[in-house]
């Protein structure tokens, strides 16, 4: 098999279409063709937003954290293509054709039971565990960021916001508020900008209540708005941390098996150090998977 060219020569590599927009860059779908005959792979290139040069080294710190991945259960980087002189760079990523989770229990909902939801639920698990192990912390696990590999098969992707955990500390500190929906932010994310794996436990209860809604919009309440410079959020991320704080939290979705909810509740535990690790939630939801009584 061979090796995977890290290299990707810019007038090889063919445009096809805009698949989205991540953290600070856009991702497109195009085709590395060297041959120019149309048989090259369909490979997902993330460009940094030209001219951001503050984000070059931001966009640098992505690539060497992907780079650095190695996980069935974690998007594969392939390469890196530079383009203007090494002016511009680019993220050379695997193309998954089914796309986020998102659209893809959309679409196939009526097919995917909740056997098929536990074993997407601990890959997610697993490839959580391997960050972990590596110390960094995802900070923006949801599952528009989950990537559908096939039907039973998913990996995580958008390491743009990912940080790797000071070695004297258990938690990262951001300076400024994200520009991530609190809808997936534990508590102390939102009031102290802090971040740890057990932040990303908190995301990942979120993630299992998408997944068993089949991310339906009307079953959650709307993603409630960024954390941003608008002024009227903060008393939104504050009316948030308030009423979780009195123990409200997302009620059940439809058809959610007892134990799963149970689970979810168990990452959303107010204060962080409560929350399951990564590992011991793999383990439950592997004997679930295990005696699934569905
Ligand atoms: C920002 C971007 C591009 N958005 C989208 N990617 C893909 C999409 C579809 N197939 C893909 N294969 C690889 C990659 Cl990196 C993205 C895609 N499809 C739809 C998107 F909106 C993305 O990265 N989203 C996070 C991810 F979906 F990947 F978890």
Known sequence: LSQEPSLYEERHLRYINLLGK???????LCRYDPLGDNTGELVAVKKLQPNKQSNMAEFQREIHTISSLHCENIVKYLGVCYSMGRLNMSLVMEYLPNGSLVSYLEKNRQNVNSKRLLLFASQICKGMEYLQSMRYVHRDLAARNILVASETLVKIADFGLTKIIPFDKEYYRVTHPGESPIFWYAPESITEFKFSHKSDVWSFGIVLHELFSYCEHKQNPKKV?????????????????????ENWRLPAPLHCPPRVYAMMLNCWAYNSEDRPSFSSLGEQIKTYIQDDRE
Do not use: T
């Not at 991540?22 to 497109?28: C, H, P, Q």
């Not at 959020?233 to 308030?242: D, F, G």
């Open 22 to 28: 991540g953290n600070f860059g856009s991702v497109e």
């Open 225 to 245: 708005s960024m954390i941003g410079n608008d002024m009227q959020s903060p008393s939104i991320a504050m009316h948030l941390v308030n009423i979780l704080k």
